[in-house]
């Protein structure tokens, strides 16, 4: 069902779950209190993560209407965040600091 999707970031706070085929927003996260700067979906496309300006990094429920499930305090601007191959940990960078998240335990695993 996901690979109908893709994701897309912008300045103006928002994470767009856009339709492939369409081209059209088919739900707007707007839950950041900064520009949104990276975003990417887990390979079991059941869940999207984003970072911000905000200095957060957080998780979405794709298959319930983009819910939060859960938000990571990173410390200063997040500008990268990744999905491990086996959706398990996240990986998140500032311009000084690269944190590791446990996935299941919602935690920094690097500390």
Not at 8 to 14: A, C, M, N, R
Not at 69 to 91: A, L, N, R
Request: glycine share 4%; charged share 30%; aromatic share 6%.
């Amino acid at each position: 069902m996901m690979d109908l999707f893709f994701a897309s970031v912008s300045k103006d706070q928002t994470v767009q779950l856009m339709n492939k085929d369409t081209r059209r927003s088919v739900e707007t996260i707007n839950r950041h209190e900064g520009d949104v700067n990276g975003c990417d979906m887990a390979n079991l496309a059941d869940s999207l993560i984003s970072c911000s300006d905000d200095e957060t990094v957080r998780m979405w429920d794709i298959n319930n209407h983009c819910r939060e499930s859960w938000k990571g305090e990173h410390g200063s601007e997040v500008y990268g965040c990744s999905f491990s191959p086996d959706d398990k940990t996240i990986i998140t960078c500032s311009l000084n600091e690269i944190n590791i998240w446990d996935v299941n335990q919602k935690k920094k695993s690097n500390n």
